[in-house]
């Protein structure tokens, strides 16, 4: 009996060795399985690779010929919309379904991000929903918060929507231009917990894509980072602690987005943070867990012209790994789309990086297109 499976293996191995030899010849893997599918980042041509990491405004109700022209080819991820594209929701509806409608390549015909800033109170683009301030929805906890969210969502999907740039998570300190504009929803880590992350949460479950702003915390700030230079002179104990603790559960909770602020915290970097590998990579990614998609402030403001310009910051931004790179004007974010396309084909922007990034939006985009649910980790 040994001696017949010793010839058994014998013959056995000989077969094998053949079936090795033959499915080298084929480039076969003798037990790999198929090989993995490439992701649809990486069949990208250079220009579209940086053309998923801008997002831009515009003015009017038309779709402007250059802002098209990016779209069809595949130089855009997405836009942004302010009141005057939304004169009536008529007018809103019409625009972005023209948008939608533009054609583009292949692994690019996703639907695009149409993002919008609806906080409510002083930030709100649109008419309706939420009905109340960040402060007011934190005043009066999380089954409201949670309501507005939800009657938010379907004023967004209402006219094309799908991403929202709310909620605001930072933590309220009193004579902070967050709290002095009623944009927080408390004075503390666990009140901006417990009422803005339900929010988030209702706005996703109607279908659009919540964005978390402005990490690591921005509720320190005396100014807007659109009018001046921020500086947080805050330890990375306490920015643990208090300012980045309400990602904690809205990364748990499996948040679309987050908005890298462009303030400086000395603690953790001396770059503004969305400019910085250590906050946007390390503190949002390695230590958070995130693996969404982050987005920039708007790469206009005071604080990114003090950094370099937004040419400058939106690579420094791409090189940080954040994924989106956020314009009010096309004309500013073709400037930029050139500068990241020539420094991904000298090599100074890591190709293999740059894909991450933009699988990352593109799944998002696949997601809002098929069902939101849950970013995944």
Do not use: W
Not at 209 to 228: I, R, S, Y
């Amino acid at each position: 009996m040994r001696g017949s499976l010793t010839a058994r293996g014998r013959t056995a191995t000989a077969s094998l060795a053949v079936l090795a030899v033959c499915s080298l010849a084929f480039g076969i893997a003798v037990g790999a399985g198929p090989a993995p599918r490439p992701s649809a980042a990486s069949l990208l041509t250079g220009p579209q690779l940086a053309g998923q990491r801008i997002v831009f405004g515009f003015s009017g109700t038309s779709v402007p010929a250059p802002v098209e022209r990016m779209i069809r080819e595949g130089h855009a991820a997405g836009v942004i919309l302010f009141a005057e594209n939304f004169p009536s929701r008529a007018a809103g509806r019409r625009l972005i379904r023209r948008l939608q409608h533009i054609p583009r390549p292949p692994h690019l015909r996703d639907q695009l991000l149409i993002m919008t800033d609806q906080e409510g109170g002083l930030v709100k683009r649109l008419s309706g929903a939420p009905h109340a301030s960040a402060e007011q929805m934190g005043a009066r906890g999380s089954a409201y918060s949670r309501e507005q969210g939800r009657l938010t969502a379907r004023n967004l999907r209402d006219v094309g929507v799908n991403v929202d740039l709310a909620p605001v998570l930072d933590v309220a300190r009193p004579g902070g231009v967050i709290a002095d504009t009623d944009r927080g929803f408390g004075r503390t880590a666990a009140r901006v917990e417990d009422t803005a992350v339900p929010f988030a949460d209702a706005l996703q479950a109607g279908g659009v894509a919540a964005t978390a702003k402005h990490f690591p915390g921005l509720g320190a700030a005396a100014e807007n980072t659109d009018f001046a230079v921020q500086r947080l002179r805050i330890s990375k104990r306490r920015l643990r602690a208090v300012d980045e603790a309400p990602y904690e559960r809205y990364i748990a909770d499996g948040g679309s987005l987050v908005m890298v602020s462009s303030a400086i915290y000395p603690a953790l970097s001396p770059k503004p943070a969305s400019m910085s590998r250590e906050i946007a990579t390390g503190e949002l990614r390695s230590r958070l867990g995130f693996h969404g998609v982050s987005i920039t402030d708007a790469l206009g403001a005071e604080a990114v012209r003090a950094a370099g310009g937004p040419t400058r910051a939106s690579i420094a931004a791409a090189k940080a790994g954040t994924d989106l790179l956020l314009f009010s004007d096309y004309q500013t974010a073709a400037r930029a789309h050139r500068a990241v396309r020539r420094k991904l084909r000298s090599g100074g922007i890591d190709r293999a990086r740059a894909e991450r990034s933009a699988q990352r939006v593109l799944s998002l985009r696949h997601r809002l297109a098929t069902g939101l649910g849950r970013s995944g980790r």
